[in-house]
């Protein structure tokens, strides 16, 4: 890896619940905006939330070109697609890279849920006199089936089709890693340039929660309730918290050394310093106890070589779980107790794959307006989380240099420095 290589972001793609397009995302950050709604997609079994972070306004034919490629995309797919197109055409680039090779991509996704209408017709020819037969799959159920129906989900695909669309031949990857994921593939995208082997990358992540499948499996998660103010549902760090809100969304960034970004006269819209990850082994699947996350905060001041007090701002993961809050907020008190904390997801949820790189997004437009935006629903201070969260309003943003954090229940701890242009 050589240090002295320059990483900048010079292109931002944005989809999410508050807005498709970096103007519409940030228009609703500084009024303070939620996306999260009733569900109009598919309706909920009585005992689940019917409400989450929906993105309303969202046509993938805007973005998807040809658009017989549509049918093998699932939503997620298709929310990676169109952030891509958005940050590359934020960073002017040209159509088609003049350099496919020194040209990559790097996504972070999930296992991807398929729509059970899809298979539907396969299970119904498996049945015999009330109860499904696993003995005729093969030859009644696969016959039912689209023969690229796998395409449509396996988690390498958003990056497969990024990279056929812009030509891209460098180092093309995709990060599984749970919550941590979009991060994970911006810092890989990150080492990449560092290491020589690329001089301009696509980087973020996308993810769909709103899905039905998944809303079935909700009980297994901490949810949020409150179902008669969904906007207020999600409140990272507050008193009143009781649980996550599921949401979908995506964010695609153009990485560049900064003397490609020179070269060809781009915009610099935020430096990346610094990229730092740690693991929290859990015996006997016990509670997380946040020190993979105050590891990773250290380690990354130390990369960037910035000390607490030259932080301006902590983008936080801020899930809305009584302990995850708890273990992510004292684990930032330990490390930077007088930072000033944001936490986007009060805005749109839980974005799953997706999750660090939309946050990530609020931090680089806050570079451009000078603006944090406040974190919504933070009402009433918990005290088992002793961190100075910004609310109310958007403030003046101060030092311009953010720490993005972003953890997952297994256990992974990320984190990642930017400084403004």
Not at 81 to 109: K, Y
Not at 219 to 240: G, I, M, N, T
Not at 257 to 267: F, K, L, V
């Amino acid at each position: 890896m050589n240090p002295g290589r320059e990483v900048v972001i010079t292109g931002v793609g944005v989809v999410s619940p508050i807005g498709v397009g970096q103007e519409a995302f940030w228009r609703s950050l500084v009024e303070g905006r939620s996306g999260v709604r009733r569900l109009t997609s598919f309706e909920p079994t009585a005992d689940l939330p019917p409400f989450g972070g929906e993105i309303a306004d969202f046509d993938a034919k805007q973005y998807v070109r040809p658009r017989k490629s549509l049918k093998v995309m699932c939503r997620d797919i298709q929310l990676a697609v169109a952030a891509a197109d958005l940050a590359w055409t934020d960073a002017h680039l040209p159509a088609q890279p003049p350099h496919p090779d020194r040209l990559g991509v790097v996504l972070g996704a999930e296992m991807i849920q398929c729509e059970p209408e899809e298979l539907a017709p396969a299970f119904q020819a498996c049945m015999e006199d009330g109860r499904f037969e696993f003995r005729h799959w093969g030859p009644r159920a696969m016959p039912e089936i689209f023969p690229l129906w796998m395409l449509k989900y396996l988690p390498n695909m958003p990056a497969c089709h990024v990279g056929i669309i812009r030509d891209a031949r460098g180092p093309t990857n995709t990060i599984v890693l749970g919550e941590v994921s979009s991060l994970a593939a911006i810092g890989e995208a990150f080492r990449v340039i560092q290491r020589g082997q690329a001089d301009l990358m696509l980087a973020g992540g996308a993810s769909s929660r709103i899905h039905p499948v998944l809303y079935v499996r909700s009980p297994l998660w901490e949810v949020s309730r409150r179902a008669d103010a969904p906007e207020s549902a999600c409140r990272p760090f507050d008193q009143d918290r009781d649980g996550l809100v599921n949401g979908e969304g995506a964010a695609v960034f153009v990485l560049e050394s900064a003397d490609h970004a020179r070269a060809r006269g781009a915009m610099v819209l935020a430096r990346i310093l610094a990229y730092a990850e740690a693991f929290e082994p859990r015996s006997d699947r016990g509670p997380l106890t946040g020190r993979a996350v105050e590891r990773a905060i250290q380690l990354v001041l130390r990369r960037a070589g910035l000390s607490p007090p030259e932080v301006g701002h902590i983008n936080a993961h801020g899930m809305s779980t009584r302990h995850d809050d708890r273990i992510e907020a004292q684990a930032i008190h330990r490390t930077l107790p007088e930072t000033p904390v944001t936490a986007p997801k009060s805005y749109f949820g839980h974005l799953g794959a997706g999750s660090g790189a939309v946050e990530m997004a609020v931090s680089v437009l806050a570079f451009q307006h000078q603006l944090l935006p406040p974190t919504l629903n933070y009402h009433r201070p918990d005290p088992e989380c002793p961190i100075r969260v910004a609310a109310d309003t958007p403030r003046p943003l101060g030092a311009a240099t953010a720490i993005k954090l972003s953890h997952a229940w297994t256990g992974q701890a990320a984190a990642l420095v930017l400084a403004g242009p």
